[in-house]
């Protein structure tokens, strides 16, 4: 299983076009917040003080929950070319097990999510930095660090339920195209949730990587918060948190920050469930 999971490491990151395209969409949120969507939420908001800090801290959260789903979408898009190729047939003829072989795929695919959504943590505080923010506290770190391991988990196991569905390339290349499209708008990136229209926002609290962005953003945005917000009164700082994603909620009722890593884990066991039984009854 393991030595299948490094097969699968060395596979993705010797493709640089498929390294680069997984990571595309992370591309375009950055762009669009760097040439237009900054200054003009900056610019808004121009009475708080260290209002470029708070904001990049708040795209770079929402950057670091779906760097995962997209770069773990391409590291599933070797299982896919392997059926097409009929490279599984090969593999099913060996000793090893179908399990172990998928057990592989999600080692790799997790690991390659760990991997890029480090960089990503390292380029978003070297971002941070540059536009006059700070780095955040050794506490915030490992916090973060955490999330980014239960993320990957959560959102790998969505996309491989997702992928087992295809059987071509050329289906799965759609359907990476259209989940990066619909992924800045599914977490409240280029739109804050508060915003959208009520419907929209009750999909945006309900999708699983929407609590990943949460929690994110309620550890990197801690200290820009406080900074921007001090003195003021706490029903203004509820509200534009509520209004930008750092807290959902459903009525008057908050979301906890533990029921957010209790969906969360919840997801990764479902869908992997999922994902195994779908798998496994194709291979019949």
Not at 83 to 98: H, N
Not at 154 to 178: D, E, G, H, P, Q
Not at 192 to 215: D, M, N, R, T
């Amino acid at each position: 299983m393991i030595s299948f999971g490094v097969r699968n490491l060395k596979v993705f990151f010797k493709d640089k076009s498929s390294v680069f395209f997984s990571l595309l969409a992370v591309f375009i949120i950055i762009g669009m917040y760097a040439l237009f969507l900054g200054d003009v939420w900056t610019s808004s908001m121009s009475e708080l003080s260290g209002v470029r800090f708070l904001m990049d801290s708040w795209i770079m959260a929402g950057v670091l929950a779906v760097t995962s789903v997209t770069t773990t979408m391409g590291a599933y898009g070797i299982m896919v070319q392997d059926k097409e190729k009929k490279i599984t047939k090969d593999f099913a003829a060996s000793p090893v097990g179908y399990r172990n072989i998928l057990g592989g795929y999600i080692i790799g695919a997790v690991i390659i999510g760990i991997i890029m959504s480090l960089i990503t943590l390292v380029l978003a505080e070297l971002y941070i930095l540059a536009g006059g923010g700070e780095l955040m506290s050794m506490t915030a770190l490992f916090k973060v660090l955490g999330l980014i391991f239960i993320g990957t988990l959560c959102n790998s196991s969505i996309v491989l339920f997702l992928v087992s569905f295809f059987k071509s390339n050329n289906a799965f290349a759609t359907a990476s195209t259209i989940i990066g499209t619909l992924i800045g708008f599914l977490t409240g990136i280029y739109l804050p949730i508060g915003q959208l229209p009520e419907s929209v926002q009750l999909v945006v609290k309900c999708f699983p990587v929407s609590h990943g962005a949460v929690l994110l953003r309620q550890v990197m945005m801690e200290a820009p918060l406080a900074a921007s917000f001090k003195g003021a009164p706490a029903q203004a700082v509820e509200d534009f948190k509520t209004m930008l994603g750092v807290t959902l909620k459903f009525g008057d009722t908050t979301v906890a920050p533990l029921t957010s890593l209790i969906i969360l884990v919840a997801t990764a066991a479902v869908f992997y469930t999922l994902a195994l039984i779908n798998i496994s009854r194709k291979q019949k």
